[in-house]
Protein backbone atom coordinates (compact mmCIF):
# COMPACT_ATOMS: atom_id res chain seq x y z
CA UNK A 1 0.00 0.00 0.00
CA UNK A 2 1.15 3.46 -0.30
CA UNK A 3 0.03 6.16 1.77
CA UNK A 4 -1.56 9.35 -0.16
CA UNK A 5 -0.71 12.47 2.47
CA UNK A 6 -1.44 16.14 2.68
CA UNK A 7 0.25 19.33 4.14
CA UNK A 8 -1.39 22.59 5.86
CA UNK A 9 0.99 24.79 6.58
CA UNK A 10 3.77 25.74 3.29
CA UNK A 11 6.58 27.84 4.96
CA UNK A 12 10.10 26.48 5.33
CA UNK A 13 8.91 23.19 7.66
CA UNK A 14 6.34 22.30 5.61
CA UNK A 15 8.26 22.21 2.48
CA UNK A 16 10.93 20.37 4.34
CA UNK A 17 8.03 17.48 4.96
CA UNK A 18 6.91 17.46 1.14
CA UNK A 19 10.56 17.35 0.13
CA UNK A 20 11.04 14.15 2.05
CA UNK A 21 7.34 12.74 1.04
CA UNK A 22 8.79 13.21 -2.43
CA UNK A 23 11.25 10.93 -1.43
CA UNK A 24 10.02 8.18 -0.29
CA UNK A 25 8.69 5.26 -2.28
CA UNK A 26 5.67 4.55 -0.92
CA UNK A 27 4.46 7.59 -0.38
CA UNK A 28 2.08 10.14 -2.86
CA UNK A 29 1.85 14.15 -1.67
CA UNK A 30 -1.55 14.42 -3.41
CA UNK A 31 -2.11 18.18 -1.72
CA UNK A 32 -1.09 21.13 0.25
CA UNK A 33 -2.68 23.80 1.87
CA UNK A 34 -1.73 27.50 2.41
CA UNK A 35 -4.03 30.52 3.62
CA UNK A 36 -1.08 32.54 2.13
CA UNK A 37 -2.19 31.95 -1.73
CA UNK A 38 1.24 32.47 -3.24
CA UNK A 39 3.06 29.80 -0.86
CA UNK A 40 0.34 27.06 -2.01
CA UNK A 41 0.03 27.60 -5.66
CA UNK A 42 4.06 27.56 -5.59
CA UNK A 43 4.48 24.45 -3.61
CA UNK A 44 1.51 22.73 -5.75
CA UNK A 45 3.77 23.28 -8.49
CA UNK A 46 6.61 22.08 -7.26
CA UNK A 47 5.46 18.86 -6.09
CA UNK A 48 2.84 18.49 -8.76
CA UNK A 49 0.01 18.70 -6.54
CA UNK A 50 -3.60 19.65 -5.93
CA UNK A 51 -2.93 23.25 -3.87
CA UNK A 52 -5.93 24.64 -1.66
CA UNK A 53 -5.79 27.90 0.80
CA UNK A 54 -8.15 26.81 3.43
CA UNK A 55 -8.47 23.22 5.15
CA UNK A 56 -12.50 23.42 4.87
CA UNK A 57 -11.49 23.73 0.60
CA UNK A 58 -9.11 20.55 1.04
CA UNK A 59 -11.77 19.08 3.05
CA UNK A 60 -14.56 20.15 0.74
CA UNK A 61 -12.56 18.66 -2.35
CA UNK A 62 -12.36 15.43 -4.21
CA UNK A 63 -8.89 14.77 -3.37
CA UNK A 64 -8.25 11.57 -1.19
CA UNK A 65 -5.46 11.59 1.02
CA UNK A 66 -4.72 9.02 4.31
CA UNK A 67 -2.73 11.05 7.09
CA UNK A 68 -1.59 15.07 6.87
CA UNK A 69 1.27 16.89 7.88
CA UNK A 70 0.33 20.12 9.66
CA UNK A 71 3.07 22.38 9.56
CA UNK A 72 1.83 25.55 10.76
CA UNK A 73 3.62 27.92 13.49
CA UNK A 74 2.06 31.10 15.02
CA UNK A 75 2.79 32.32 18.90
CA UNK A 76 6.18 30.61 20.04
CA UNK A 77 5.67 28.27 16.97
CA UNK A 78 2.58 26.60 17.97
CA UNK A 79 -0.08 28.52 18.20
CA UNK A 80 -1.38 28.05 14.86
CA UNK A 81 -1.34 24.24 15.36
CA UNK A 82 -4.78 24.07 17.05
CA UNK A 83 -7.38 25.06 14.58
CA UNK A 84 -6.08 22.65 11.28
CA UNK A 85 -5.64 19.90 13.84
CA UNK A 86 -8.86 19.90 15.52
CA UNK A 87 -10.61 20.40 11.63
CA UNK A 88 -8.26 17.33 10.81
CA UNK A 89 -9.43 15.07 13.42
CA UNK A 90 -12.75 16.34 13.30
CA UNK A 91 -12.94 15.20 9.60
CA UNK A 92 -11.47 11.19 10.45
CA UNK A 93 -7.26 12.02 9.38
CA UNK A 94 -4.62 10.65 11.49
CA UNK A 95 -2.44 13.93 11.93
CA UNK A 96 1.44 14.58 11.88
CA UNK A 97 2.09 17.76 13.49
CA UNK A 98 5.13 20.46 14.29
CA UNK A 99 6.18 20.77 17.49
CA UNK A 100 5.55 22.81 20.03
CA UNK A 101 2.17 20.92 19.91
CA UNK A 102 0.64 23.81 20.93
CA UNK A 103 2.02 26.52 23.36
CA UNK A 104 -1.36 26.60 25.28
CA UNK A 105 -1.58 23.38 27.24
CA UNK A 106 -5.54 23.33 27.13
CA UNK A 107 -5.48 22.96 23.03
CA UNK A 108 -2.90 20.79 23.51
CA UNK A 109 -5.41 18.38 26.01
CA UNK A 110 -8.18 19.07 23.40
CA UNK A 111 -5.97 17.49 20.59
CA UNK A 112 -4.92 14.91 22.65
CA UNK A 113 -8.51 14.32 23.53
CA UNK A 114 -10.04 14.71 20.27
CA UNK A 115 -7.49 12.16 18.83
CA UNK A 116 -7.72 9.50 21.25
CA UNK A 117 -12.51 9.66 21.51
CA UNK A 118 -11.93 9.62 17.44
CA UNK A 119 -9.01 6.58 17.54
CA UNK A 120 -6.96 8.73 14.99
CA UNK A 121 -2.79 8.33 14.73
CA UNK A 122 -1.48 11.61 16.32
CA UNK A 123 1.79 12.11 16.19
CA UNK A 124 4.15 15.01 16.68
CA UNK A 125 7.24 16.07 14.42
CA UNK A 126 9.88 15.11 17.88
CA UNK A 127 12.70 13.90 15.38
CA UNK A 128 16.00 14.57 17.13
CA UNK A 129 15.93 10.94 19.18
CA UNK A 130 15.00 9.31 15.36
CA UNK A 131 18.65 8.84 14.50
CA UNK A 132 20.65 5.30 14.52
CA UNK A 133 23.28 6.43 16.90
CA UNK A 134 20.55 6.80 19.24
CA UNK A 135 19.27 4.05 18.73
CA UNK A 136 21.98 2.34 19.21
CA UNK A 137 23.08 4.19 22.46
CA UNK A 138 19.06 2.84 23.63
CA UNK A 139 20.22 -0.43 23.26
CA UNK A 140 22.82 -0.10 25.40
CA UNK A 141 21.28 1.03 28.10
CA UNK A 142 18.37 -1.86 28.00
CA UNK A 143 20.97 -4.00 27.16
CA UNK A 144 21.92 -3.01 30.73
CA UNK A 145 25.26 -2.03 29.20
CA UNK A 146 25.33 1.22 31.37
CA UNK A 147 23.73 -0.35 34.65
CA UNK A 148 21.82 1.84 36.50
CA UNK A 149 21.38 5.41 35.21
CA UNK A 150 22.14 7.88 37.82
CA UNK A 151 22.07 11.38 35.67
CA UNK A 152 20.87 12.97 32.10
CA UNK A 153 22.36 15.91 31.29
CA UNK A 154 21.37 17.95 27.77
CA UNK A 155 22.79 20.68 26.21
CA UNK A 156 21.00 22.34 23.78
CA UNK A 157 21.12 25.58 21.77
CA UNK A 158 20.69 27.50 18.70
CA UNK A 159 21.68 31.04 17.87
CA UNK A 160 17.63 32.19 17.25
CA UNK A 161 17.29 36.27 17.56
CA UNK A 162 13.52 36.10 17.83
CA UNK A 163 11.90 38.24 20.26
CA UNK A 164 8.31 37.77 20.25
CA UNK A 165 7.42 36.41 23.29
CA UNK A 166 9.29 35.85 26.79
CA UNK A 167 9.24 32.16 26.87
CA UNK A 168 9.44 31.62 23.05
CA UNK A 169 13.15 30.08 23.77
CA UNK A 170 11.22 27.41 26.19
CA UNK A 171 8.64 26.70 24.55
CA UNK A 172 9.34 26.30 21.20
CA UNK A 173 12.86 25.02 21.31
CA UNK A 174 12.78 22.41 24.63
CA UNK A 175 10.15 20.04 23.72
CA UNK A 176 13.36 18.17 21.64
CA UNK A 177 15.30 18.39 24.73
CA UNK A 178 12.68 17.11 27.25
CA UNK A 179 11.40 14.29 24.76
CA UNK A 180 15.24 12.94 24.31
CA UNK A 181 15.98 12.74 27.93
CA UNK A 182 12.48 11.12 28.71
CA UNK A 183 13.29 8.64 25.94
CA UNK A 184 16.27 7.46 27.65
CA UNK A 185 15.04 7.99 31.22
CA UNK A 186 12.35 5.66 30.74
CA UNK A 187 10.72 7.33 33.40
CA UNK A 188 8.15 10.51 33.82
CA UNK A 189 9.89 13.47 35.57
CA UNK A 190 8.71 14.66 38.75
CA UNK A 191 9.89 17.63 39.71
CA UNK A 192 11.38 20.68 38.02
CA UNK A 193 13.37 23.71 39.25
CA UNK A 194 14.53 26.19 36.57
CA UNK A 195 16.78 29.12 36.76
CA UNK A 196 16.33 31.72 33.25
CA UNK A 197 18.49 34.56 32.18
CA UNK A 198 18.03 37.06 29.37
CA UNK A 199 20.93 37.20 26.89
CA UNK A 200 23.05 40.25 26.07
CA UNK A 201 20.79 43.12 25.26
CA UNK A 202 17.72 40.70 24.55
CA UNK A 203 13.90 41.05 26.10
CA UNK A 204 13.27 36.99 26.69
CA UNK A 205 14.53 34.50 28.86
CA UNK A 206 16.60 33.09 25.91
CA UNK A 207 18.73 31.25 28.48
CA UNK A 208 17.92 28.27 31.17
CA UNK A 209 19.02 26.00 33.63
CA UNK A 210 16.59 23.25 34.84
CA UNK A 211 17.57 20.69 37.46
CA UNK A 212 15.33 17.86 37.11
CA UNK A 213 14.00 14.58 39.20
CA UNK A 214 12.65 11.61 37.41
CA UNK A 215 10.38 9.44 38.66
CA UNK A 216 12.53 6.65 38.95
CA UNK A 217 15.09 8.31 41.20
CA UNK A 218 17.55 9.96 38.21
CA UNK A 219 18.41 13.45 38.05
CA UNK A 220 19.43 15.67 35.52
CA UNK A 221 19.44 19.03 34.14
CA UNK A 222 18.92 20.87 30.68
CA UNK A 223 20.87 23.83 29.55
CA UNK A 224 19.38 25.60 26.30
CA UNK A 225 19.86 28.61 25.18
CA UNK A 226 18.89 30.62 21.97
CA UNK A 227 22.07 32.73 22.49
CA UNK A 228 24.60 29.88 21.67
CA UNK A 229 26.08 27.74 19.25
CA UNK A 230 29.55 28.48 18.14
CA UNK A 231 31.42 28.95 14.67
CA UNK A 232 29.62 29.78 12.08
CA UNK A 233 26.84 28.14 11.37
CA UNK A 234 26.57 26.03 14.57
CA UNK A 235 30.22 24.43 13.38
CA UNK A 236 30.22 23.38 16.86
CA UNK A 237 26.89 21.66 17.61
CA UNK A 238 23.64 21.76 18.55
CA UNK A 239 22.65 19.64 21.25
CA UNK A 240 24.98 16.81 23.75
CA UNK A 241 23.41 14.60 25.75
CA UNK A 242 25.06 13.01 28.66
CA UNK A 243 23.73 10.10 30.19
CA UNK A 244 26.02 8.52 33.20
CA UNK A 245 25.53 4.90 34.97
CA UNK A 246 26.71 2.97 37.73
CA UNK A 247 28.59 0.49 34.79
CA UNK A 248 29.57 3.12 31.64
CA UNK A 249 27.84 6.67 30.10
CA UNK A 250 27.46 7.50 27.10
CA UNK A 251 27.74 10.91 25.36
CA UNK A 252 25.79 11.44 22.27
CA UNK A 253 26.53 14.60 20.22
CA UNK A 254 24.26 16.33 17.46
CA UNK A 255 21.79 13.68 17.69
CA UNK A 256 23.56 11.66 15.33
CA UNK A 257 26.66 12.71 14.67
CA UNK A 258 29.34 11.34 17.54
CA UNK A 259 28.31 8.74 19.73
CA UNK A 260 30.93 7.45 22.52
CA UNK A 261 30.52 5.10 25.32
CA UNK A 262 32.80 5.28 27.89
CA UNK A 263 32.80 1.94 30.43
CA UNK A 264 33.59 2.74 34.27
CA UNK A 265 36.05 0.23 35.00
CA UNK A 266 37.91 -0.53 31.64
CA UNK A 267 39.94 2.44 29.43
CA UNK A 268 38.56 1.29 25.88
CA UNK A 269 36.26 3.48 24.52
CA UNK A 270 33.69 2.77 21.94
CA UNK A 271 33.13 5.78 19.58
CA UNK A 272 30.76 6.11 16.07
CA UNK A 273 30.94 8.71 13.89
CA UNK A 274 27.79 9.16 12.09
CA UNK A 275 26.92 5.94 12.99
CA UNK A 276 24.48 3.92 10.40
CA UNK A 277 25.48 6.75 7.81
CA UNK A 278 23.42 10.04 9.42
CA UNK A 279 25.45 12.82 9.54
CA UNK A 280 23.43 15.85 9.93
CA UNK A 281 20.72 17.11 12.46
CA UNK A 282 18.45 18.10 9.16
CA UNK A 283 18.33 14.42 8.20
CA UNK A 284 16.03 13.48 11.21
CA UNK A 285 13.11 14.72 9.85
CA UNK A 286 13.41 11.99 7.05
CA UNK A 287 14.01 9.59 9.71
CA UNK A 288 11.66 10.83 11.69
CA UNK A 289 8.83 11.09 8.94
CA UNK A 290 9.49 7.27 7.85
CA UNK A 291 8.85 6.08 10.89
CA UNK A 292 5.14 7.74 11.23
CA UNK A 293 5.08 6.27 7.25
CA UNK A 294 5.57 3.50 8.20
CA UNK A 295 3.12 2.88 11.27
CA UNK A 296 0.39 4.51 9.04
CA UNK A 297 1.07 1.93 5.90
CA UNK A 298 1.05 -1.23 8.88
CA UNK A 299 -1.72 0.62 10.41
CA UNK A 300 -0.48 0.91 14.21
CA UNK A 301 -3.16 1.17 16.91
CA UNK A 302 -3.15 5.32 17.86
CA UNK A 303 -1.30 3.92 21.12
CA UNK A 304 1.69 2.69 19.12
CA UNK A 305 2.81 5.42 17.36
CA UNK A 306 6.21 7.00 18.38
CA UNK A 307 6.58 10.40 19.41
CA UNK A 308 3.23 11.06 19.66
CA UNK A 309 0.67 13.93 20.64
CA UNK A 310 -0.13 12.80 23.63
CA UNK A 311 3.85 13.04 24.68
CA UNK A 312 4.15 15.95 23.42
CA UNK A 313 1.94 17.06 25.68
CA UNK A 314 3.88 15.57 28.20
CA UNK A 315 7.16 17.63 27.12
CA UNK A 316 5.12 20.47 27.00
CA UNK A 317 3.71 20.43 30.71
CA UNK A 318 7.27 19.69 31.80
CA UNK A 319 8.09 23.32 29.99
CA UNK A 320 5.15 25.28 31.90
CA UNK A 321 6.76 23.61 35.70
CA UNK A 322 9.68 24.85 34.39
CA UNK A 323 8.48 27.95 33.85
CA UNK A 324 5.78 28.20 36.60
CA UNK A 325 9.65 27.53 39.37
CA UNK A 326 11.20 30.37 37.68
CA UNK A 327 7.79 32.69 38.27
CA UNK A 328 7.54 31.29 41.59
CA UNK A 329 10.63 30.73 42.99
CA UNK A 330 9.80 26.89 43.72
CA UNK A 331 10.59 23.45 42.88
CA UNK A 332 7.11 22.22 40.90
CA UNK A 333 5.38 18.67 41.13
CA UNK A 334 4.56 17.38 38.36
N1 LIG B 1 10.97 19.53 14.20
C1 LIG B 1 11.92 20.43 13.98
O1 LIG B 1 13.11 20.14 14.07
C2 LIG B 1 11.53 21.83 13.62
C3 LIG B 1 12.49 22.76 13.21
C4 LIG B 1 12.07 24.06 12.90
C5 LIG B 1 10.72 24.40 13.01
N2 LIG B 1 9.82 23.46 13.43
C6 LIG B 1 8.38 23.77 13.57
O2 LIG B 1 7.77 23.79 12.30
C7 LIG B 1 6.60 24.64 12.35
C8 LIG B 1 6.57 25.52 11.11
O3 LIG B 1 7.66 26.41 11.12
P1 LIG B 1 7.99 27.34 9.86
O4 LIG B 1 9.27 28.01 10.15
O5 LIG B 1 7.85 26.57 8.60
O6 LIG B 1 6.78 28.41 9.96
P2 LIG B 1 6.25 29.38 8.83
O7 LIG B 1 5.61 30.53 9.53
O8 LIG B 1 7.32 29.64 7.83
O9 LIG B 1 5.12 28.53 8.06
C9 LIG B 1 3.87 28.26 8.58
C10 LIG B 1 2.85 28.37 7.46
O10 LIG B 1 1.58 27.92 7.92
C11 LIG B 1 0.57 28.71 7.30
N3 LIG B 1 -0.67 28.57 8.07
C12 LIG B 1 -0.94 29.04 9.33
N4 LIG B 1 -2.19 28.67 9.70
C13 LIG B 1 -2.71 27.96 8.67
C14 LIG B 1 -3.94 27.30 8.47
N5 LIG B 1 -4.91 27.32 9.40
N6 LIG B 1 -4.15 26.68 7.28
C15 LIG B 1 -3.20 26.66 6.33
N7 LIG B 1 -2.00 27.25 6.47
C16 LIG B 1 -1.75 27.90 7.63
C17 LIG B 1 1.17 30.09 7.29
O11 LIG B 1 0.54 30.92 6.34
C18 LIG B 1 2.63 29.79 6.94
O12 LIG B 1 2.87 29.83 5.56
C19 LIG B 1 6.67 25.37 13.70
O13 LIG B 1 5.76 24.77 14.60
C20 LIG B 1 8.10 25.12 14.18
O14 LIG B 1 8.19 25.06 15.59
C21 LIG B 1 10.20 22.19 13.71
Request: with cysteine; aromatic share 8%.
Given at each position: ??LK?AI??M????N??????SE?????L??V??I???????A??AY??Q????V??M????V???????????????G?????TI???N????????K?I??E??????M???A?E??????V????R???A??????W?DD??????????M??W??NP?????H??????????????RYF???E??K???F???????A???????N??YEN??I?S?????D????????Y??ETLD?V?????????D???????????????E????????S??S????????V?????I??????????SG?????VQ??IE????????G???D?
Open positions: MSVVGGNIGVHARVYLADVEVACDIEEKSDKAEGCGFYSEELNSNEFDAVSVTTAGTENGDHHEPQLLAGYPVLGEPSNISKAEEVALKKNLRYGNLNHFTPAELAKKVGRLGEINMIDTMINNESSPFHMRALHPHSFDVMAQSVAVQAFKKGKDRIWSNVQVLLGIGLRGSYANFGAAGTGLVGSDGRFVLKACEDLTFYPRFDTELNHVNYGGMHFQTFKSRISWVEQNAEVAPEGIDAEDALTKIACIESWETKVIL
